[in-house]
C-alpha cells in the first residue's frame, strides 16, 4: 500500500526538495492541490485530511492555520517552518539527536522539523554538555554562514539579480538584534541554561552551510582535550547514517586530500555536502593553547531542511529511514 503524502506548501523552496526526493517513490502517493485554490482553506483542508501523512512548507502562521485545519486522527504532520520547534506536543525532528529521539519521531503524529542551523549547533554540543565537558551554563557563542536560500524567495531573488536591482555582496551578517527564531531551540535542545550568542551569516553562494561553536578550553571546569572532544562526538554518531564526525587524521589532512578521496572534503567548502542528507563534524584545535573549534558542515536545503522532513516522514510512516536521501 503507497501512504498518501500532502505537502502544503510545495511550491516554495524547501517544498520543491521535497517533492523531488519523494517524486519517483513507489510507496508513496504524492497528493497534490490546484494551484488556483492554493488559498482556499476548504480545499487544503480536504487534501490535509485524505492524506496520511502531510508535510507543511509555509510561513509559521500559515502553519498553525494548516494544523488547526487537520480532523482526521490518523494525519501525521511535519512541520518545517518554526511555528512547533518549542512547543508542546510536538517531538522534535533530529532523530540523531539522542539514544531515543529516532523513536520517539516513529511514534509521534506532531513532529517539527529542526532549523538548519540548530542541526549543526546541536550536533556539535549537546553530545559533549552530556560527557561534562562543557557545563549548562556555559556562555556559548554560535558562528554560521549559509547559502542565501535560507533566507527565502526574496533573498534569493536579490542575490541572483545584479546591482543596483539586486545584490553585489559577497558575505552580509543579519541577526544583529539577537532575536533570531531559531535561538530557542538552539538552548533547549543543546542543553543549555541560557541563549546562545548567534551570530549568522549569509554569503554569495545558494546553498550548504558552516556552523562553527568556539571553545576557550582552558577555561571550562573539566579541562577537556581535543580527543575528548573528538571522542564524545564519534561515540554519540558512532553507528549513524547521516551525521559523521572527522577523524583526526582527516582534520590533520583538511585542505590536502582532494575533494571524494576516502570520503574526506578538500576544505571547509560550505557548499561540499550539497544534495545530500549528510553532516561531517569537526573538532579543530590546540591542546597547547586551550583552544578548540567545533565546526559542522552540511546542506541547509538537505540535512537543514529537506532531507530531515523526509527523513522524519519515513520514520513516522515505518518506512526504511533512509529511503530518497542521499549520503
Known amino acids: 500500500m503507497a501512504y498518501k503524502v500532502f505537502i502544503d506548501g510545495e511550491a516554495g523552496?524547501?517544498?520543491?526538495?521535497?517533492?523531488?526526493?519523494?517524486?519517483?517513490?513507489?510507496?508513496?502517493?504524492?497528493?497534490?492541490?490546484?494551484?488556483a485554490r492554493r488559498k482556499d482553506a476548504d480545499a487544503r483542508a480536504e487534501l490535509l485530511n485524505a492524506a496520511d501523512a502531510v508535510v507543511l512548507c509555509l510561513p509559521d502562521d500559515a502553519a498553525r492555520e494548516a494544523v488547526s485545519l487537520i480532523s482526521a486522527p490518523q494525519v501525521k504532520v511535519v512541520d518545517a517552518s518554526t511555528a512547533h520547534r518549542?512547543?508542546?506536543?510536538w517531538t522534535y525532528g533530529f532523530a540523531e539527536m539522542s539514544a531515543g529521539q529516532r523513536a520517539a519521531i516513529a511514534?509521534?503524529?506532531?513532529?517539527?522539523?529542526?532549523?538548519?542551523?540548530?542541526?549543526?549547533?546541536?550536533a556539535l554540543?549537546?553530545?559533549?554538555?552530556?560527557?561534562?565537558?562543557?557545563?549548562?551554563?556555559?556562555?556559548?557563542?554560535?558562528?554560521?554562514i549559509s547559502g542565501y536560500s535560507?533566507?527565502?524567495?526574496g533573498l534569493m531573488e536579490e542575490f541572483e539579480r545584479p546591482a543596483p536591482d539586486g545584490t553585489n555582496d559577497a558575505y552580509r551578517p543579519y541577526g544583529l538584534t539577537l532575536a533570531h527564531k531559531h535561538v530557542p531551540e538552539m538552548q533547549r535542545y543543546g542543553g543549555f541554561d541560557h541563549p546562545p550568542l548567534f551570530?549568522?551569516?549569509?554569503?554569495?553562494?545558494?546553498?550548504?552551510?558552516i556552523v562553527e561553536v568556539p571553545l576557550q578550553l582552558w577555561a571550562l571546569p573539566a579541562r577537556p582535550k581535543i580527543a575528548d572532544l573528538r571522542a564524545a562526538l564519534s561515540q554519540a554518531y558512532a553507528?549513524?547514517?547521516?551525521?559523521?564526525?572527522?577523524?583526526?587524521?582527516?582534520?590533520?589532512?583538511?585542505?590536502?586530500?582532494?575533494?571524494?578521496?576516502?570520503?574526506?572534503?578538500a576544505d571547509l567548502d560550505p557548499e561540499a555536502l550539497n544534495g545530500t542528507n549528510s553532516?561531517?563534524?569537526?573538532?579543530?584545535?590546540?591542546?597547547?593553547?586551550?583552544?578548540?573549534?567545533?565546526?559542522?558542515?552540511?546542506?541547509?536545503?538537505?540535512?537543514?531542511?529537506?532531507?530531515?522532513?523526509?527523513?522524519?516522514?519515513?520514520?513516522?510512516?515505518?518506512?526504511?529511514?533512509?529511503?530518497?536521501?542521499?549520503?
Open 125 to 144: 554540543t549537546r553530545p559533549i554538555v552530556e560527557a561534562g565537558l562543557l557545563p549548562r551554563d556555559w556562555p556559548v557563542t554560535v558562528n554560521a
Open 13 to 35: 523552496t524547501t517544498g520543491l526538495q521535497i517533492r523531488q526526493r519523494l517524486q519517483d517513490r513507489t510507496d508513496l502517493e504524492m497528493l497534490s492541490i490546484d494551484p
Open 239 to 265: 553507528h549513524e547514517t547521516f551525521v559523521a564526525v572527522a577523524s583526526d587524521l582527516e582534520t590533520e589532512a583538511l585542505g590536502k586530500a582532494r575533494a571524494g578521496a576516502g570520503g574526506y572534503v
Open 86 to 89: 518549542v512547543a508542546e506536543g
Open 107 to 122: 511514534g509521534a503524529t506532531r513532529v517539527s522539523n529542526p532549523g538548519c542551523y540548530p542541526t549543526g549547533f546541536i
Open 150 to 153: 535560507g533566507g527565502g524567495k
Open 279 to 327: 553532516m561531517r563534524l569537526f573538532v579543530f584545535g590546540d591542546d597547547g593553547k586551550g583552544q578548540a573549534r567545533l565546526v559542522a558542515l552540511l546542506d541547509n536545503l538537505g540535512k537543514g531542511a529537506s532531507g530531515a522532513a523526509v527523513q522524519n516522514l519515513n520514520l513516522m510512516l515505518g518506512l526504511d529511514e533512509s529511503a530518497g536521501l542521499t549520503r
Open 199 to 209: 551570530a549568522p551569516s549569509v554569503g554569495r553562494f545558494a546553498q550548504g552551510m
